[in-house]
């Protein structure tokens, strides 16, 4: 009797589950968290307390088109991984190409010629020109609340709904063989001595490295540092990239405030070791890799899941293998983490994206309107 008791019970529950689904028999959101979702539909925005719905929601979307800062090689080894987590979603990442690219494609935004991407790259030094074209979805409180698995920090604080899957950091770039060890640099105030005057150096004439420095040191010492490295005549270039590259051939000693992680790209082409770098502090940090959902996404929920994957460990941890240094301060163990522990910094935060093309104005006069050489 009792066990007939028992297998009527169990068909009881499996019947309910089948009729009414597995929400019926799970937990009730938490008051917090739907506090937290009248908060933010009372602002208009979207908030998912259930990353259980998100995932079923992205289920029947199936379809994710993206576009990215990133190399192709990482763009394949994400995306193939991603797949493996999420078998019934067809994903396509476009590799974002360049300034005007990027800028080609705002303008394809606005004007609503852009619909087939769900995931867009926000170029910062257009920051604010993204922001009415975004889904608005409080990507923040989601990660905050547990609804997606982001570092919070990694969010934009003031607008909820842009992630920075990186951090950048700025170093000085040297060739061993021009450059002795007890020469080099150990302080940003160190290349305003005498020994580095008259073209011993480079400095990008569209200085975000320096503007970096304001958060730590004010606008006016900013300025003035400048002014002092304009005085020790250094090799005025534009694209530390690009400029890395003479500096590994001999042609140019050393450069001021490229990323680093453009130093380790151009790192795997030397053979012969000469290309280093020193960290100076406080060490300029800034936001790197900015993603949004459009508002015209056609598959929202996979592309709350793309961010979600974008922020994990594992992802992080590919980004690191494919382009050294382009994970996020925020996610522990990763290289740039690493790099920056114990270390004085000067982080350009997301309350701070609107003052930074101010800032390197400001910078590039007290520099005197320098031009690049060829």
């Known amino acids: 009797m009792k066990s007939n008791f028992f297998r009527t019970v169990t068909v009881i529950v499996v019947l ?3 009729l009414f689904g597995s929400s019926a028999l799970a937990a009730s959101p938490s008051p917090a968290l739907v506090k937290a979702k009248k908060e933010a539909e009372a602002k208009g925005f979207i908030f998912e307390t259930s990353r259980d719905e998100i995932v079923a929601k992205a289920k029947k979307e199936g379809k994710l088109r993206v576009t990215a800062s990133i190399e192709p090689s990482t763009a394949r080894a994400t995306t193939a991984a991603l797949r493996k987590k999420y078998p019934f979603m067809d994903i396509d990442v476009q590799e974002s190409k360049g300034t005007e690219g990027v800028q080609r494609l705002l ?17 910062a030094d257009f920051y604010g020109e993204y922001t009415p074209y975004l889904w608005k979805v409080d990507l923040l409180g989601m990660a905050k609340h547990g609804a997606l698995q982001i570092p919070p920090a990694m969010i ?25 060890a007890d020469l080099l640099p150990k302080t940003w105030e160190d290349l305003l001595r005498p020994e580095f005057k008259g073209r011993k150096f480079a400095v990008d004439i569209r200085p975000k490295d320096i503007a970096g420095l304001v958060p730590a040191w004010g606008l006016e010492k900013t300025l003035n540092f400048a002014r002092k490295i304009a005085a020790q005549q250094p090799i005025w270039v534009r694209g530390s990239l690009r400029t890395l ?14 990323n680093i992680a453009s130093v380790r790209e151009i790192q795997k082409k030397d053979r ?16 790197g890799h900015l993603q949004a959902i459009l508002a015209t996404s056609q ?61 390197t104005k400001k910078i590039v006069e007290a520099y005197g309107f320098p031009r690049a050489e060829k």
């Open 299 to 359: 598959h929202p929920h996979a592309a709350l899941l793309w961010l979600e994957w974008l922020a994990s460990p594992e992802a992080q941890r590919l980004n690191d293998e494919h382009e050294p240094f382009s994970s996020s301060a925020h996610v522990p163990g990763g290289m740039v983490e690493q790099a920056l522990r114990g270390k004085k910094l000067s982080v350009v935060g997301w309350e701070q994206q609107q003052d930074i093309e101010q800032w």
């Open 16 to 18: 309910w589950s089948w």
């Open 107 to 123: 303008l394809e935004i606005k004007s609503g010629a852009a619909k087939e991407w769900d995931v867009i790259h926000v170029l």
């Open 272 to 287: 012969t070791g000469v290309l280093q770098y020193v960290i100076l502090e406080p060490v300029p940090v800034r936001l």
């Open 156 to 180: 934009d604080a003031r607008n909820g709904n842009v992630l920075a899957v990186s951090t950048q950091m700025q170093v000085t770039a040297y060739n061993a063989g021009l450059v002795p």
């Open 245 to 258: 590259v003479p500096v590994m051939t001999g042609e140019i000693p050393m450069i001021m405030g490229p």
